[in-house]
């Protein structure tokens, strides 16, 4: 195998699209999907490539220090792609602790893990890689200068048609860290780490910061596939305030690409933010996922409308959220591929086309993939 590649929290929403990527895109490669299955993992995510030759999956803490400096020794790991993480805004509004062992103390362990087994071999950190996926969470809350929105000084791709800026300023990577919630605190904290060890010990890291992803197997949680959902089935929309809150989303797939190229071009040390300049209201998005949604199943356009409920909002809940990914672009040249309402269309399609992923993942079933398909293999 030309490279040995452990991609952790490969089972949840975004790590599957790059364990897909990676073991598709790349049969010479070692890819070891390390997850401990959380609430949010779930190995049906990964089902067409679970018999790949150059595929294997690990049930493991990343917490767990001594297995993973095990792992990456039995596998001679020379590359760590670093997802697994808690990474729901409301959940570390209720249970902050588990955020910060996992996101912080975890990410630590396989610092320390990667550290240790690569500084015992004679070549140590040459073609080795410590690559940390993080959020635009971290920079905090963006101003909303301009609530009606004007013509966006950038686009791409991703860039809807109806595409508006809600400020002036976007997240650039020199920004600095002002977290609001557990979760981006956690993330925040999680990030300095990275950078610490390659300042102390000079290992060879990488730091992405990407905005709000969507797309097939989100864990239904998060706005769009909740939403999605239940507007399929008629019931009410928790919209959070006045649902004027801002993201920037862009498609998973597109986020994958952006991880591959930077794993293999990014320059060590850096940081790069991810976004496709896609800034949405929240009420603007659901009013997009009302309309297909509707559509798509043959109803009258707009005919749920009346699902929308505001309801109390979030705490500390960030007005807006909009990256500046032109370093990206200029300097590796990745491009999204997919323009929002195209995306959109197919994460609807997606989700009305695999009711049954929906159904295991709302009733709990998908927890006993495991014991039926990996225990003993
Ligand atoms: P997710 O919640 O869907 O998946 C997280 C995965 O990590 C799950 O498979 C879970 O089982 C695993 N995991 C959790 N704790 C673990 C532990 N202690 N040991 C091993 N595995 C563990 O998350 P996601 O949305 O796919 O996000 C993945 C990463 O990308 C996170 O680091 C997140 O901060 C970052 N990110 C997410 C978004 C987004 O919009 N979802 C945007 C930018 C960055
Ligand atoms: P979410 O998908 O949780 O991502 P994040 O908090 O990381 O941005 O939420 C996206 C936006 O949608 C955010 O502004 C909160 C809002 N929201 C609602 O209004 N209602 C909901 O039920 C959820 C889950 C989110």
């Given at each position: 195998?030309k490279?040995s590649?452990?991609?952790?929290g490969?089972?949840?929403?975004?790590?599957?699209?790059v364990?897909?990527?990676?073991v598709n895109?790349?049969?010479?490669?070692?890819?070891?999907?390390?997850?401990?299955?959380?609430y949010?993992?779930?190995?049906?995510?990964l089902?067409?490539i679970?018999?790949?030759?150059?595929?294997?999956?690990?049930k493991?803490?990343?917490?767990d220090?001594?297995?993973?400096?095990?792992?990456?020794q039995?596998?001679?790991?020379?590359g760590?792609?670093?997802?697994?993480a808690?990474?729901?805004?409301d959940?570390s509004i209720?249970?902050p602790?588990t955020?910060?062992?996992?996101?912080?103390?975890?990410?630590?362990?396989m610092?320390?893990?990667?550290?240790?087994?690569?500084?015992?071999?004679?070549?140590?950190y040459?073609?080795?890689?410590?690559?940390?996926?993080?959020t635009?969470?971290?920079?905090?809350?963006?101003?909303?200068?301009?609530p009606?929105?004007?013509?966006?000084p950038?686009?791409?791709?991703?860039?809807?048609?109806?595409?508006?800026?809600?400020g002036?300023?976007f997240?650039?990577?020199?920004?600095?860290y002002?977290p609001?919630s557990?979760?981006?605190?956690?993330?925040?904290?999680s990030?300095?780490f990275?950078?610490?060890f390659h300042?102390?010990?000079?290992l060879?890291?990488?730091v992405t910061n990407c905005?709000?992803?969507?797309g097939?197997y989100q864990f239904?949680?998060?706005?769009i596939p909740?939403?999605?959902?239940?507007?399929?089935?008629r019931?009410?929309?928790p919209v959070y305030g006045?649902?004027?809150?801002v993201r920037d989303?862009l498609?998973?797939?597109?986020h994958?690409r952006?991880?591959?190229?930077i794993f293999?071009?990014?320059?060590v040390?850096?940081t790069?933010?991810?976004g496709?300049f896609?800034?949405?209201k929240?009420?603007d998005v659901?009013?997009?996922?009302i309309?297909?949604?509707?559509?798509?199943?043959?109803r009258p356009?707009?005919?749920?409308?009346?699902?929308?409920t505001?309801?109390t909002?979030?705490?500390?809940?960030?007005l807006?959220?909009?990256?500046?990914?032109?370093?990206?672009?200029?300097?590796?040249?990745?491009?999204p591929?997919?323009?929002f309402?195209?995306?959109?269309e197919k994460t609807?399609r997606?989700?009305?086309?695999?009711?049954?992923?929906?159904d295991n993942v709302t009733?709990?079933?998908y927890q006993?993939?495991y014991?039926?398909m990996?225990k003993g293999?």
């Amino acid at each position: 195998m030309k490279r040995s590649i452990i991609i952790t929290g490969g089972a949840g929403f975004i790590g599957s699209h790059v364990v897909r990527l990676f073991v598709n895109k790349y049969p010479e490669y070692r890819i070891l999907c390390l997850d401990s299955l959380t609430y949010a993992g779930n190995l049906a995510n990964l089902k067409d490539i679970e018999d790949k030759p150059n595929f294997r999956f690990v049930k493991m803490d990343i917490c767990d220090f001594d297995s993973v400096l095990a792992l990456m020794q039995e596998e001679k790991v020379d590359g760590v792609i670093h997802l697994a993480a808690e990474s729901h805004v409301d959940r570390s509004i209720k249970d902050p602790f588990t955020f910060a062992k996992t996101n912080v103390l975890g990410t630590l362990s396989m610092l320390q893990a990667a550290r240790l087994w690569w500084e015992s071999l004679p070549e140590k950190y040459e073609g080795k890689r410590f690559y940390h996926i993080s959020t635009d969470e971290v920079y905090g809350a963006l101003e909303m200068t301009h609530p009606e929105g004007v013509k966006p000084p950038f686009s791409t791709r991703a860039s809807s048609d109806h595409h508006l800026a809600y400020g002036e300023v976007f997240f650039t990577e020199d920004m600095k860290y002002q977290p609001h919630s557990p979760y981006s605190a956690a993330k925040a904290s999680s990030d300095h780490f990275v950078r610490a060890f390659h300042d102390t010990y000079g290992l060879p890291t990488i730091v992405t910061n990407c905005s709000n992803n969507y797309g097939p197997y989100q864990f239904p949680e998060k706005l769009i596939p909740l939403f999605i959902n239940n507007i399929r089935h008629r019931k009410p929309l928790p919209v959070y305030g006045k649902g004027e809150n801002v993201r920037d989303w862009l498609y998973v797939e597109d986020h994958a690409r952006a991880i591959d190229v930077i794993f293999h071009k990014g320059k060590v040390a850096e940081t790069y933010n991810i976004g496709g300049f896609n800034e949405w209201k929240n009420i603007d998005v659901i009013k997009v996922l009302i309309n297909t949604v509707d559509r798509l199943l043959g109803r009258p356009e707009g005919a749920d409308i009346d699902l929308i409920t505001f309801v109390t909002d979030r705490a500390g809940h960030d007005l807006r959220y909009a990256i500046d990914s032109r370093k990206l672009q200029k300097e590796l040249g990745w491009e999204p591929s997919l323009q929002f309402e195209e995306g959109i269309e197919k994460t609807v399609r997606w989700y009305l086309d695999n009711q049954e992923w929906m159904d295991n993942v709302t009733s709990g079933d998908y927890q006993k993939y495991y014991d039926e398909m990996y225990k003993g293999r």
